[in-house]
């Protein structure tokens, strides 16, 4: 451990030179921008049960559905990455448990449009269009959180930084990919 300090002290003006502390900074702005990701979906997570509480106000309203909702938010909350651990299976296993929640969240709304007096509540509609924005928030923030990781991943690889990069463990990180899902060609029928 000694040997390896006085090598950083000996090397300091090789190791700045070759953009050391632009490494250190480029990890910084993506455990900044994860917080943000983080942020925009406990947002929506904070909205959750509001929406439930709008909707139980409708005695007949199908409790299966709010019960899965219940759960999938649960579940999505429960899974907390750190940002020095952005692994490929710790953001797939985020991603799932989000994916849950967005699914769990669509039947909801589904099930809502057979309630004409519940999509007319103001409560409701209000709700409806902060989860909306939400929405939008989260996918800005995961394009943001990508671009901040393109702009690490890059610079890591370049040479002589790649170098640098591979003598102090600064390893590539992950982006966000799509789901799945989102690969598929929607069926549209009339």
């Known amino acids: 451990m000694k040997l390896k300090k006085y090598l950083i002290f000996m090397f300091a003006p090789f190791i700045t030179s070759c953009g050391y502390n632009t490494m250190v900074t480029l990890d910084e702005g993506i455990s900044s921008q994860w917080a943000q990701v983080e942020n925009a979906y406990q947002r929506r997570a904070d909205l959750i049960p509001n929406l439930v509480n709008t909707v139980k106000g409708y005695a007949d ?42 699914s ?33 928030r989260i996918s800005v923030e995961r394009r943001k959180f990508n671009e901040a990781t393109r702009q690490y991943n890059t610079y890591i690889r370049k040479f002589p930084k790649n170098i640098v990069a591979g003598i102090f463990g600064f390893d590539k990180k992950t982006y966000f990919e799509a789901e799945e899902k989102a690969k598929e060609v929607p069926k549209v029928e009339f």
């Open 61 to 102: 309203f199908e409790k299966e559905t709010l019960t899965q909702v219940i759960e999938a938010r649960s579940k999505a909350t429960s899974v907390n990455i750190n940002p020095g651990n952005l692994t490929p299976e710790a953001i797939n296993q985020f991603q799932n448990a989000q994916a849950g929640l967005s």
């Open 104 to 136: 769990a969240l669509s039947r909801l709304m589904v099930v809502v449009e057979r309630y004409p007096e519940l999509k007319a509540n103001q409560n409701f509609l209000e709700l409806q269009a902060q989860l909306e924005g939400t929405e939008n």
